[in-house]
C-alpha cells in the first residue's frame, strides 16, 4: 500500500495533469483553512470573500471552489452570468456545511427582523456576516442592509448606527460583541436574540442599536482564557493572536485580534525572532509556522474545523474529471455544480455591493 504522501504525490499529478489540460478554463480557489496538499494545487489562496472576488475576475469558465458551501455560494452570487462567458461554480463536497452558517435560516431571519421591527417601531438594518448562505444574504439585501467580513464589521456596523439605525447582527454573536465592544457601544444599548427568539440585555430594547443572533463557530468558540493563560507560562514574552469569532473574554486577553487575512499579513510583518500563538483552525496557523519560518508560531490550541477537512484531492479530482467529461458529453454531471436562483443571486449581490460602497474594499 502507498504511503499517504505517495498517494499525495500522485493525486497531485492528476490533477496538475488536468489543470493543464483544461487551461484557464478552470480555477481552483482554496480558503486559507485548506489543508497543504489542496492548497498546493490551488491557483490562489483567501478568505471567502477574497476567494469570490478574484473567481469572478479570472477567465475561468469552472470555478472549482476549496472551501464549504457557503464560500461557494459567494463564488456564485458573484459569478458571471449569463450568456458571455458565464461561469460555473463547482463544490468539491456538497455536504461540506458550515454549522454557524446552520444557525440562523431565511424564515428565521425574516421573522426576527418583522418583530424587532415592530419592537422598536422604526426600520431595522441587517448586517449579515460572510459566514452565511445565500437566501439569509438575499434577505439582507431585500432589507437594505449589507454584508460584513471579520476586517470591516466595525466600519459597517459603525456606519449604520452613526446615522440612529438599529443594526440586526448575524449569525456570529462573539463578532457582533467584538464589534460592539471595539466600537466603544454601551452594553445597555446591545441586545442578544436567543433561539426562542426573546430578547436579552440590561437596556430598554426600543433604545438599543446592536441586536445579535445568537449564532456561534464551534472552532473559535474552542479558545478559552485558560489557553491564554497556559500559553503565557509555558512561554514567557510570547503574543497571542486570535479570530474575532473567538469569546470576548479571549479577544480581550489577547495581544491582538484579527481577520484571517488580517493574522495572516501581521504574522507574515511580525519582526524576525517574534514568537506567536494563534486562535484560529489548525490548518491555518500550521501553514503560516510553515511559511514564515523566522518566527515560532504555535497554535494556540489545535482546534480543526471538520467541514473544511472534507475537501481533499480525491474530491478535487473528481470535479476536474466531470468537467472533462461534461465537456465531451453535455450530459454528464459536473461534481458538484453549486447554483444560486437568479432573484437571491441579485438580492445577495446587492447586499455585497452595499459592503463594497461603504468599505471601498472590492476583494
Ligand atoms: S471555521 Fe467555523 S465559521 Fe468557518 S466554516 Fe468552519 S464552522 Fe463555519
Not at 505517495?6 to 496538475?16: A, D, F, S, V, Y
Not at 459603525?158 to 466600537?183: C, M, S, W, Y
Not at 473567538?246 to 491582538?256: F, G, K, L, S, T
Request: proline letters at 6%; hydrophobic letters at 40%.
Amino acid at each position: 500500500m502507498n504511503s499517504p504522501d505517495t498517494q499525495n504525490m500522485e493525486l497531485i499529478h492528476k490533477i496538475q495533469n488536468i489543470k493543464q489540460q483544461l487551461g484557464t478554463s478552470v480555477v481552483i480557489p482554496a480558503h486559507h483553512y485548506m489543508p497543504p496538499e489542496v492548497v498546493a494545487i490551488s491557483d490562489f489562496i483567501g478568505d471567502s470573500y477574497k476567494l469570490a472576488v478574484l473567481a469572478s475576475k479570472t477567465d475561468a469558465e469552472y470555478i472549482i471552489l476549496c472551501g464549504v458551501r457557503f464560500m461557494a455560494e459567494s463564488a456564485a452570487i458573484l459569478a458571471r452570468a449569463g450568456t458571455e462567458h458565464p461561469q460555473t461554480v463547482l463544490t468539491p463536497d456538497p455536504v461540506s456545511g458550515c454549522p454557524m452558517a446552520d444557525m440562523i435560516d431565511a424564515i428565521q431571519f425574516k421573522l426576527l427582523i418583522t418583530m424587532l421591527q415592530k419592537k422598536l417601531q422604526k426600520a431595522i438594518i441587517p448586517v449579515t456576516y460572510m459566514n452565511s448562505y445565500a437566501d439569509v444574504k438575499a434577505l439582507t439585501g431585500e432589507y437594505n442592509g449589507s454584508i460584513c467580513t471579520s476586517s470591516n464589521a466595525e466600519a459597517i456596523v459603525r456606519h449604520f448606527i452613526e446615522q440612529d439605525k438599529p443594526v440586526f447582527f448575524t449569525p456570529d454573536r462573539n463578532l457582533g460583541l467584538n464589534t460592539a465592544h471595539k466600537l466603544g457601544i454601551p452594553d445597555r444599548k446591545v441586545f442578544i436574540i436567543d433561539k426562542t427568539g426573546t430578547i436579552q440585555g440590561e437596556g430598554n430594547p426600543t433604545e438599543g442599536l446592536l441586536f445579535i443572533w445568537d449564532g456561534f463557530c464551534h472552532v473559535h468558540k474552542n479558545f478559552t482564557l485558560h489557553d491564554i493563560k497556559r500559553v503565557r507560562e509555558q512561554y514567557p514574552g510570547i503574543q497571542i493572536i486570535v479570530h474575532p469569532e473567538c469569546d470576548p473574554e479571549v479577544v480581550q486577553a489577547a495581544d491582538a485580534s484579527g481577520s484571517t487575512e488580517g493574522m495572516y499579513a501581521k504574522l507574515k510583518n511580525a519582526p524576525g525572532g517574534s514568537v506567536w500563538a494563534v486562535g484560529t483552525e489548525i490548518n491555518f496557523v500550521k501553514r503560516a509556522a510553515t511559511e514564515f519560518t523566522d518566527k515560532t508560531i504555535i497554535p494556540l490550541k489545535e482546534s480543526l474545523c471538520f467541514n473544511m477537512a472534507r475537501i481533499n484531492l480525491e474530491k478535487v479530482l473528481a470535479s476536474l474529471e466531470s468537467i472533462l467529461n461534461h465537456k465531451a458529453v453535455p450530459d454528464n454531471p459536473l461534481k458538484f455544480k453549486l447554483s444560486v436562483d437568479a432573484s437571491v443571486k441579485s438580492l445577495a449581490e446587492k447586499a455585497l455591493r452595499t459592503m463594497i460602497d461603504l468599505t471601498g474594499k472590492s476583494q
